[in-house]
């Protein structure tokens, strides 16, 4: 899967992934051995994630290209690291505002912390963007639909 940084920092909040979800459901019954099955069966015998999953796993492969420097940190958003909590999480955990307006509560540095915070350090700490995605599939297994 490629990520693409426009997708995973533009996100409705308002408007769900209702209407993009339904055109792969439409488009997996179209094939015809599988469209008796439910939409999660369809998934599962394609191997195909959920939207859901696909801009979480895009959000997360951004995050560790913004921490690990493989943009310009002029034009990254800008995102802090926690260094004074060191209990649980990982060595990289984010820290986490809180925001009153919708613009700041559903922006992509708000709605990424306590899923990038979750993540065991084994994955934040990949040598490289492939090892960190193969990672994060590992962690997160069979929650993909």
């Given at each position: 899967?490629?990520?693409?940084t426009?997708?995973?920092?533009?996100?409705p909040?308002k408007?769900?992934?209702?209407?993009?979800?339904?055109?792969?459901?439409?488009?997996?019954?179209?094939?015809?051995s599988?469209?008796?099955l439910?939409?999660?069966?369809?998934?599962?015998?394609?191997?195909l994630?959920?939207?859901?999953?696909?801009?979480?796993?895009g959000?997360?492969?951004?995050?560790?290209k913004?921490?690990?420097?493989?943009?310009?940190?002029?034009?990254?958003?800008?995102?802090?690291?926690?260094?004074?909590?060191?209990?649980?999480?990982?060595?990289?955990?984010?820290?986490n505002?809180?925001?009153?307006?919708?613009?700041?509560k559903?922006?992509?540095?708000?709605?990424i912390?306590?899923?990038?915070?979750?993540?065991?350090?084994?994955?934040?700490?990949a040598?490289?963007?492939?090892?960190?995605?193969?990672?994060l599939?590992?962690?997160?297994g069979?929650?993909?639909?």
């Amino acid at each position: 899967m490629r990520s693409n940084t426009a997708s995973s920092l533009w996100c409705p909040y308002k408007k769900g992934d209702e209407d993009i979800e339904k055109i792969q459901k439409r488009a997996t019954k179209l094939i015809i051995s599988l469209k008796k099955l439910s939409y999660k069966d369809r998934l599962i015998k394609l191997k195909l994630p959920t939207l859901k999953y696909r801009r979480l796993r895009g959000d997360m492969i951004e995050v560790f290209k913004i921490l690990h420097n493989y943009y310009d940190l002029d034009v990254a958003p800008k995102l802090v690291l926690n260094n004074t909590s060191f209990t649980r999480g990982n060595s990289l955990k984010l820290l986490n505002h809180t925001f009153r307006y919708d613009l700041r509560k559903y922006s992509f540095p708000a709605r990424i912390v306590n899923v990038w915070n979750s993540l065991p350090n084994t994955v934040v700490q990949a040598a490289s963007i492939d090892t960190f995605k193969n990672g994060l599939d590992r962690v997160w297994g069979k929650s993909r639909i």
